[in-house]
């Protein structure tokens, strides 16, 4: 599978890149949420088989595997997975993906700057919404993860944490494709996302849910809905104490259509696996990494994605 971290912008993906700066994004947000919460049978039914055969979603992976009897399309879309469909991987320091997709860029962090597309980085401050959480990832490791239409869109936990805060910052709704990575600077840092922070075994974790255009709402399990309404006002939340602990595996949130989870982890504690690179296919459960002992060298992964 080709490293798409390494290709340039194509003519068409500059075209495309220009259009997501013209498009309303939250006009065609709000219609995504509206015509995907009808009930009516003979407007939902069409949508999601229409949607099944477009983007081949594996229905027989659902818990629920009649399509019709849903209420309405978000819910098909948010559905749950059979017992079972995902197993967790390895043990307890083993880093277990968050959620079926692609890696979109996958490394260590330099200079407080995590890698985006070819030639296209931005600040761990911008992407937390402050620098004041982000000294402890420099040096450490990130993993980007793009969901796309046809995957299963709940987002699981890592590794296991207890939640120390929130932050819900806005922003805009780009695209969060392939493609518009390699042409809109500082996407990542630029749309709508969720920035929740974890203590957890391999140290301070943070697992952003970035949303994008046509993505209706992300929600957490401590919380629910978070957005929308779209456009809120920063809004930091904190957990002393109380806050929710998770396990390993557990879910922790979704998304109403499709977007973006980031991983951030800290410097030299976690060490990705060697057979991964931007454009491989992850699945939720699948082992991507390992804890590494606090007093552990240099991270040994991913300086050919985070350099380019």
């Avoid at 309405?72 to 959620?99: S, V």
């Avoid at 401050?125 to 420099?138: E, I, M, R, T």
């Avoid at 805009?172 to 494709?177: P, T």
């Avoid at 401590?222 to 109380?242: A, D, I, K, M, Y």
């Amino acid at each position: 599978m080709r490293d798409e971290s390494n290709i340039s912008a194509s003519a068409g993906d500059k075209v495309r890149g220009i259009v997501q700066h013209l498009l309303p994004h939250r006009l065609l947000t709000w219609l995504m949420y509206r015509l995907t919460r009808v009930r009516f049978a003979l407007w939902k039914n069409p949508q999601i088989r229409w949607f099944i055969g477009r983007y081949g979603v594996d229905v027989a992976e659902a818990a629920n595997p009649d399509p019709t009897s849903y209420a309405h399309f978000n819910a098909f879309f948010t559905r749950e997975l059979r017992a079972g469909c995902r197993p967790l991987e390895g043990d307890d320091e083993t880093i277990a993906c968050p959620a079926d997709g692609r890696l979109s860029a996958i490394g260590t962090i330099r200079s407080g700057m995590v890698f985006q597309a070819k030639g296209r980085d931005y600040s761990v401050g911008s992407l937390l919404g402050g620098d004041d959480a982000a000294g402890v990832f420099d040096g450490g490791a990130f993993a980007t993860i793009y969901l796309s239409p046809r995957d299963y869109h709940r987002v699981h936990m890592p590794i296991e944490g207890r939640l120390r805060e929130t932050r819900y910052i806005p922003g805009r709704l780009f695209s969060v494709s392939f493609s518009t990575a390699r042409t809109v600077d500082r996407l990542f840092a630029r749309n709508e996302r969720l920035v929740c922070l974890f203590d957890t075994p391999a140290g301070p974790m943070a697992l952003i849910l970035v949303g994008a255009m046509l993505v209706a709402g992300m929600e957490t399990v401590w919380s629910g809905p978070v957005t929308p309404p779209h456009g809120q006002p920063l809004r930091t939340e904190h957990f002393t104490g109380s806050g929710a602990e998770l396990r390993r595996g557990q879910e922790m949130g979704r998304f109403n259509t499709g977007s973006t989870v980031i991983l951030l982890f800290p410097g030299n504690r976690v060490r990705w696996a060697d057979d991964l690179h931007a454009g491989s296919s992850v699945r939720m459960g699948q082992g991507i990494g390992r804890v590494r002992a606090a007093d552990a060298g240099a991270i040994e992964r991913g300086e050919s994605a985070a350099e380019g």
